[in-house]
């Protein structure tokens, strides 16, 4: 596995990381815990050695998976988790409440750590911006916990580009962890050029357009009633179809290289910048080896213009997020 560095910082991983969240929590009922051990140290044998989570997966139940699988590996891997909400007032195990004030990060930094299993946590993600608490006061919570030994990179999650520049002025930021793919793009405009001035790196997660563009998902695809996908306008029946058109390009270039759909997202996600590490999330060690393969591609300046060419004619239909999540985006 190839090794990346994230920004300008000595953060160093695998080119590909796992996302950790779909074992538990949004994409149905959660795996086996044995079977997910199984899972996370079998790609580490596949060379993969940056692990994301987040309190709010489960919630809580992955970060106790993740640090359950990872502890006999402790010094082979890098584990990012997030902090920012608060279960909802109503007591349901849905979490949906924003809560950045620096006494809370410190407090639910110290319960992520027995969690986890480890002594300090490789990467602290904001999970979501929140506009009650100036990201200056955020960001000075996590450089006392920088500081103190517990924690040794900050990160910012679905940030926009004042909120990290400010935030950077106080604590250097090493990794902005965004959505980012073929079928989400919004971050090229301003996103990117921002990181690429400040040294930062960028982490998308769904790199895969949450599965449609692996091309195992259609109009009819049936998904698991706790599958938080029944509720993105995105994956409508209807924007399904539409958006059938971004895959079948990926199709035909994948047949051309020898490859599947989602290694040629993928490799074209690592072809943008030397500094980007996407984090796809699976159940299946068949999927880890799938996108293990992406890191292989060379992806030439013709097919690239290629897949740019095609893409550019389409629109995407449908919004990525239900409107209240997506207020939860800082822009």
């Known amino acids: 596995m190839q090794k990346r ?185 301003e996103i990117l050029p921002t990181l690429e001035e400040l040294g930062i790196g960028l982490v998308p997660f769904s790199p895969l357009g949450k599965g449609f563009l692996t091309g195992k998902i259609d109009e009819s695809t049936k998904f698991d009633e706790s599958d938080f996908r029944n509720s993105v306008p995105r994956f409508s029946a209807e924007n399904r179809k539409a958006n059938q058109a971004v895959v079948d390009i990926l199709g035909r270039i994948a047949d051309e290289k020898e490859a599947t759909p989602a290694q040629i997202a993928l490799a074209w996600l690592l072809a943008q910048k030397p500094w980007i590490v996407p984090i796809p999330g699976t159940t299946k060690l068949s999927r880890v080896e799938e996108n293990i393969g992406a890191v292989a591609i060379e992806l030439t300046q013709s097919d690239l213009r290629q897949i740019e060419t095609a893409v550019s004619r389409i629109e995407v239909q449908g919004a990525r997020y239900p409107e209240a999540a997506q207020r939860m985006v800082d822009r």
């Not at 590996?73 to 409440?97: C, L, M, N």
Request: aromatic share 8%.
């Open 5 to 189: 560095k994230l920004g300008n910082n000595d953060l160093e991983v695998s080119a590909l990381g796992l996302g950790c969240m779909g074992m538990s929590w949004s994409y149905g009922a959660a795996m086996n815990k044995a079977e997910a051990i199984s899972l996370i140290r079998s790609a580490i044998d596949c060379g993969v050695t940056f692990f994301d989570t987040a309190e709010v997966y489960g919630p809580l139940t992955n970060e106790e998976l993740v640090g359950d699988a990872l502890s006999p590996v402790r010094d082979q891997v890098v584990i990012a988790t997030k902090f920012g909400f608060k279960p909802a007032d109503d007591g349901e195990s849905r979490w949906s409440q924003l809560d950045s004030r620096p006494e809370h990060i410190k407090r639910v930094a110290e319960e992520s750590l027995k969690r986890l299993r480890v002594e300090v946590i490789d990467l602290y993600y904001q999970h979501r911006v929140d506009p009650d608490v100036p990201i200056e006061d955020v960001a000075g919570a996590v450089k006392e916990l920088i500081e103190a030994g517990k924690v040794l990179h900050f990160g910012l999650s679905e940030a926009g580009v004042q909120t990290i520049r400010r935030a950077h002025a106080v604590q250097p930021v090493t990794a902005l962890q965004s959505e980012y793919s073929l079928w989400w793009r919004e971050p090229e405009a």
